[in-house]
């Protein structure tokens, strides 16, 4: 027997565990969550919307796949879907009024290589518009709040996903990482919140932010169960081009004895700067100086381009981003709304116009500035040229470290309503996740602990090279287990 | 004043491969609207584009039959422009780093002086939706939305319309040689855009360019350039300025439109296309593919006059299309003499053709007489196993069902009477027959050979060797006794 009290603790593993000893049945495993969500989404508003005869009709085939043999580790897990993959039959808004309505017409890779696994794509988990911020306060819906301390924010893009995990209303959950989205989320709410490489996992069906940064991964409880999900999503797709063809190591096993012992961390120094809570930098440190007490050998390292990284970031993800967001129009699907005179223009503008909230339309000017003609050189242009330097920054760190070990973002999770109306400052608090897209390296947000005044969740960010998933992992469950 | 004209064309060729430039959709055409789409030509949310092989593959032929140099990478960019016909409101072409560069095509060779036309680059890209108005509303079909185009970029080379159409037409010629593209123009197969400019004689500085968009045929852009040279050399002579704009061509009324000009230019806001890798060709490659090229016209003409001991003339109309070309040597690779092949196929094939309604290039497509029938009919005639007349109707008849001309001869006995006592014992009798016409060919009347020639042929039912019975009855009429 499962009920809906035991999801906040139960992870893909035990679950996996539970239904293969015949425990409980992924039916009734997926009518707990359910049951969970009705429970407690009242004050959390992590789902948007939630798929209950089709999660329990997936169930039902889960258990049959079982009885006809089948054990696979996802075998009838449910997952929660940030509202940005498609899964066919099922809303698709990216928490966006100009795709209210819509209802995806395919699969997305990592949908389908879920449900090939037998996982249940159950709800859809809400989300900052279109993966712009990091609150989730700008879904055009409603805000999310944060389980720990309801009071603040889940942090974001994948707010949903954090919130739907750390408030025991979902096993796991799959969201996307842009700029920080999975591992700040993640960091807020104490999850474990994995952003593989960039090219690792298929961005086919993720409805595009910014295509050269954005990379799918998961948010779940536990490091062993991140990488049950990396295995089922990682790997080649004839569908994406830049999602590249390298084998897939086998992750869990990666994970076996895994210890800190000869484990080389490298300790950036421009992340320890003044200007970030003081609390989280104690955390982050103290959770170090556990790694060497236990035989790693720690060295601290430089980035010199860090400052440069937020501008960089803001020029080449929104320049993207007014390119990806152009076809929302009102022509094909979504919202569509003429002007009086029903022009083509008008159709355009007041689609557009009603349809994109206020960050979202803050971006796509931006990009569309740092590409207009005249601005191209001095903007984007060199923006490219930097991107190159903060990547040769991490290719120089690596050299000489396995992994590094940072803060994922100056504060705990902050109050609703703090960073809305102060974009820049709401940018800034990217410092420290966006770096790792910009080079397209993988990272992780492992918890280190709770500040004392109000307790709230700490995240340690772990990075490794591009496809070094592997030993990421294993210094990720190493550390959690020294930190447990 | 007298001015000097300069014609530039960017020519958009639709590539002639099975599916689409980014998606599998399939580029049949004919289908109802919006039947050949997916996700990715619909441009819907999470799709992502890959890039056809075979339209860059056709691309890089084209720049090596256009002697262009290939480049090493290429890249897509975007190009942002909103419109409906552009599902995701941005074109995924080439800006800065296009597969071909430079290259050229000759033109003026008959008569004038040959020169060669200067291209800047060809780039690949998709083409957009087509959009129908209609009283109330427009409607978009997506079926050709992301049809592969290459795109070729003429230098302002040209001095006349009558220029830009020759370049055109060679270009035609040569794409179509290549097997590149259909270039059908009243498919839509080959479109172009056009600048022309005007200068005083003598001036070395191009005049300001205005573009010329929407002809869709050769004929509309001779008359859309007509009409706009007339237009700047009028607006010159008055004292006025030609201002640089994109003007639409109205082939109705014969006359172009001004649409924007160079203030209102659209800003496309040009960048890489993150979704896609830049297409990285290895030398290796690139020389596998140029030794594969075809032969251009010009040079296969030449090696059929020194290979084949062709005259000029056989050789270039066997030359001019590449299937009949390609016919011509599979029947001489399959046996037939040279130039036997060349006349009958020059001749009787191509007058066959004729009146079945077909053209030279459906030589390809002859069942009835692939060239290895051909050729064993054109042996047996060269071997003299059967005359001229029993080798034509024969050749109808394997037009028109097919067959294997060697059975069909040994069946029916239709192999030419060539026993020298046989013709001779029909000679006899023939002469035996008609005394008048040997009496007139004893008189010196030499037609009356040819009469007596009949005779045999007749008695022979068609079989006798021309040639022997007309030196049998030659020779038995000179030691006939005076």
């Keep these: ?484 | 004043m007298k001015y000097t004209i300069d014609i530039g064309l960017e020519t958009h060729v639709q590539l002639k491969t099975r599916t689409k430039m980014f998606c599998g959709c399939s580029l049949a055409s004919g289908a109802e609207p919006n039947v050949n789409v997916c996700p990715v030509c619909l441009g819907l949310p999470g799709a992502l584009p890959r890039a056809n092989r075979e339209a860059v593959r056709l691309t890089v032929i084209s720049g090596l039959m256009l002697g262009s140099r290939i480049a090493k990478r290429a890249e897509f960019d975007r190009k942002n422009y909103f419109y409906p016909d552009m599902s995701k409101n941005y074109q995924i072409s080439e800006d800065a780093h296009p597969l071909c560069i430079g290259g050229g095509v000759e033109i003026g060779g008959a008569g004038g002086a040959a020169r060669t036309v200067r291209l800047n680059h060809i780039h690949l890209e998709e083409d957009a939706a087509k959009i129908n108005h209609y009283a109330r509303h427009s409607g978009v079909d997506y079926n050709r939305c992301g049809t592969p185009l290459m795109e070729i970029v003429s230098e302002p080379d040209l001095h006349s319309p009558d220029e830009a159409m020759e370049y055109l037409q060679t270009l035609r010629r040569i794409l179509v040689y290549a097997g590149v593209s259909d270039c059908n123009l009243e498919d839509g197969n080959m479109r172009s855009d056009v600048n022309v400019s005007v200068r005083p004689e003598g001036s070395d500085r191009l005049g300001t360019k205005v573009e010329i968009k929407n002809m869709n045929t050769f004929k509309g852009i001779h008359a859309a350039l007509e009409f706009e040279i007339a237009r700047q050399t009028a607006l010159i002579d008055a004292g006025g300025a030609v201002i640089q704009e994109t003007r639409r061509w109205d082939g109705d009324l014969g006359e172009t439109f001004s649409m924007r000009t160079k203030e209102n230019a659209h800003d496309y806001r040009y960048f890489p296309e993150p979704d896609l890798l830049p297409i990285e060709l290895p030398p290796e490659l690139v020389e596998q593919w140029r030794a594969e090229l075809p032969e251009l016209p010009e040079r296969k003409k030449e090696r059929f006059a020194s290979q084949f001991g062709l005259p000029a003339y056989d050789a270039g109309v066997l030359a001019a299309e590449r299937p009949l070309a390609e016919y011509f040597e599979s029947t001489v690779s399959a046996g037939a003499p040279a130039k036997l092949a060349a006349n009958w196929i020059m001749g009787d094939v191509l007058r066959l053709l004729g009146a079945a309604g077909k053209e030279a290039a459906d030589v390809a497509s002859l069942s009835t007489l692939p060239p290895a029938s051909l050729a064993s009919l054109l042996r047996l005639v060269e071997g003299r196993t059967i005359n001229g007349p029993t080798a034509k109707a024969l050749l109808e008849e394997l037009f028109e069902k097919g067959g294997d001309p060697a059975a069909i001869v040994k069946e029916r006995g239709l192999a030419q009477v060539s026993d020298a006592g046989a013709v001779e014992e029909l000679a006899r009798r023939a002469i035996e027959a008609n005394p008048k016409p040997v009496a007139e060919f004893k008189a010196g009347k030499k037609a009356s050979l040819q009469f007596l020639v009949g005779q045999v042929m007749k008695l022979s039912r068609g079989k006798a060797d021309p040639k022997l019975a007309a030196q049998a009855l030659a020779k038995i009429i000179e030691d006939m006794p005076q």
């Design chain 1, 1 to 484: 027997m499962i009920t809906p009290k035991d999801i906040s603790a139960t992870t893909v593993a035990s679950a996996r565990d539970a239904m293969r000893a015949g425990l409980y049945t992924s039916e009734e495993l997926v009518r707990a969550v359910l049951a969970a969500i009705d429970e407690k989404d009242g004050g959390i508003g992590a789902y948007l919307t939630v798929d209950r005869e089709g999660a329990i009709a997936a169930a039902a085939e889960a258990d049959a796949r079982r009885r006809a043999g089948e054990s696979g580790d996802l075998l009838g897990i449910p997952v929660a879907m940030k509202d940005i993959f498609n899964v066919k039959g099922q809303p698709c808004t990216c928490a966006s009024r100009i795709l209210e309505g819509y209802v995806a017409p395919y699969d997305a890779t990592v949908t389908a290589r879920l449900r090939a696994a037998g996982a249940i794509p159950c709800g859809r988990v809400n989300m900052d518009e279109f993966a712009m911020g990091a609150s989730t306060e700008h879904s055009a819906f409603h805000p999310t709040r944060n389980p720990v301390a309801p009071d603040r924010v889940p942090g974001g893009s994948s707010g949903g996903s954090a919130a739907a995990v750390s408030g025991g209303m979902a096993l796991c959950s799959l969201g996307t990482d842009t700029g920080g989205s999975i591992r700040q989320p993640a960091s807020f709410c104490g999850c474990v919140g994995l952003k593989p490489s960039y090219g690792r996992v298929s961005r086919y069906g993720v409805t595009a932010f910014a295509s050269s940064l954005d990379q799918v991964g998961p948010i779940t409880r536990t490091v062993e169960d991140a990488a049950l999900l990396l295995q089922c999503i990682a790997g080649a797709d004839p569908h994406d081009q830049t999602c590249l063809d390298r084998p897939v190591p086998d992750y869990a096993a990666a994970l076996r004895g895994a210890s800190t012992e000869g484990l080389r961390i490298g300790v950036p120094r421009e992340y320890f700067a003044e200007g970030s809570d003081p609390e989280v930098l104690s955390l982050v440190r103290a959770a170090i100086d556990k790694a060497a007490a236990a035989g790693a050998r720690v060295e601290e390292v430089s980035l010199p381009h860090t400052e440069y990284a937020i501008a960089v970031y803001y020029i080449c993800a929104t320049a993207e981003a007014s390119a990806n967001l152009a076809r929302f129009d009102g022509v094909r699907y979504g919202a569509r709304r003429v002007g009086p005179d029903g022009s083509l223009a008008s159709l355009y503008d007041r689609s557009r116009t009603d349809g994109f909230g206020p960050e979202v339309k803050r971006r796509i000017l931006l990009g569309t500035w740092v590409l207009s003609s005249g601005y191209r050189d001095a903007y984007y242009r060199r923006a490219l040229k930097v991107r190159t330097l903060v990547r040769r920054d991490f290719d120089a760190a690596f050299a000489k470290c396995d992994v590094l070990m940072c803060p994922v973002a100056p504060t705990p999770a902050f109050k609703l309503d703090s960073t809305v109306n102060d974009p820049l400052k709401a940018y800034l608090c990217d410092a420290f996740t966006v770096p790792a897209n910009l080079a397209g390296l993988c990272g992780v947000s492992v918890p280190c602990g709770r500040t004392a005044a109000d307790g709230l969740p700490v995240g340690l960010q772990i990075l490794g090279p591009a496809f070094g998933e592997p030993a990421l992992l294993r210094a990720a469950a190493a550390m959690e287990a020294l930190l447990r």
